[in-house]
């Protein structure tokens, strides 16, 4: 079955960096249209990112361009999201999933991981 994992939140300062990881297993990661999405406390899911199975193309949330970057390693069946000058509305439980374009925005398949937190304070 579909298993994802993420790993790498923590607590860091507005202005910081951070690189967030998720482990996939049970399907053709390879093949697969893979993103991020984000829930801050109170608020509903949000799309963050998605990147294409080979790489061709990322696509990003308009908050989160030129400040995020997506990446993965097929061989390794991982995605990765770099995170970089953080604010504190980027706070939230960040998860990967596979993702599908619906319409003219990204919607996130489940299942989806435990998720990791992501804290922007100072």
């Known amino acids: 079955q579909v298993q994802l994992v993420e790993s790498g939140g923590g607590l860091v300062q507005p202005g910081g960096s951070l690189r967030v990881s998720c482990a996939a297993s049970?399907?053709?990661?390879?093949?697969?249209?893979m993103g991020w999405v984000r829930q801050a406390p109170g608020k509903g899911l949000e799309w963050v990112s998605t990147?294409?199975?080979?790489?061709?193309?990322?696509y990003y949330a308009d908050p989160v361009k030129g400040r995020f970057t997506i990446s993965r390693d097929n061989a390794r069946n991982t995605l990765y999201l770099q995170m970089n000058n953080l604010k504190p509305e980027d706070t939230a439980l960040y998860y990967c999933?596979?993702?599908?374009?619906?319409?003219?925005?990204?919607?996130?398949?489940?299942?989806r991981g435990q998720g990791t937190q992501v804290t922007v304070s100072s």
């Open positions: 999933s596979r993702v599908v374009l619906q319409g003219t925005t990204w919607g996130s398949l489940p299942p």
């Open positions: 049970g399907f053709a990661f390879s093949s697969s249209f």
């Open positions: 990147i294409t199975p080979v790489s061709t193309k990322t």
